[in-house]
């Protein structure tokens, strides 16, 4: 491989990144990160780099003990990360109705039937207001 070839397409090392963070119930750093990637590691600087990049997006928060103690942890959960992708997605197409009918066509019956009951449930909310 040359100098600036590609291992990953563009933005495939933050999502491995959050996979990784996800998977972990406290904060961890770098190294840590870096050393729980299976196939290909990062360069400490390339990671990073998109440790960086997600903290200026609002998915990463650094924890700082010290300068030599930093811990990151993702901000949402990789569920309320998806919601928000979801809502952004539908937000911007020109096509509300149409996305929204493409999704629920895909969705199994157990899907269905947890969103049914969340709906009955915000509903009831709604109405106690």
């Known amino acids: 491989m040359m100098a600036g070839d590609r291992t990953r397409e563009r933005g495939e090392l933050e999502g491995e990144v959050m996979q990784i963070l996800w998977a972990t119930d406290e904060p961890i750093s770098a190294r840590d990160i870096q050393d729980r990637f299976s196939g290909h590691t990062p360069a400490y600087t390339t990671l990073m780099t998109a440790l960086d990049r997600l903290e200026r997006k609002g998915q990463v928060q650094r924890q700082a003990e010290s300068p030599r ?18 809502l952004t997605a539908l937000n911007n197409t020109g096509e509300r109705e149409a996305a929204l009918l493409q999704f629920a066509g895909n969705l199994d019956d157990a899907d269905i039937d947890l969103l049914m009951t969340a709906f009955n449930q915000s509903t009831r909310k709604h109405k106690r207001r």
Not at 69 to 86: L, Q
Request: aromatic residues 6%; charged residues 30%.
């Open 69 to 86: 103690k930093v811990r990151f942890i993702p901000t949402h959960s990789a569920g309320e990360h998806a919601g928000e992708r979801m």
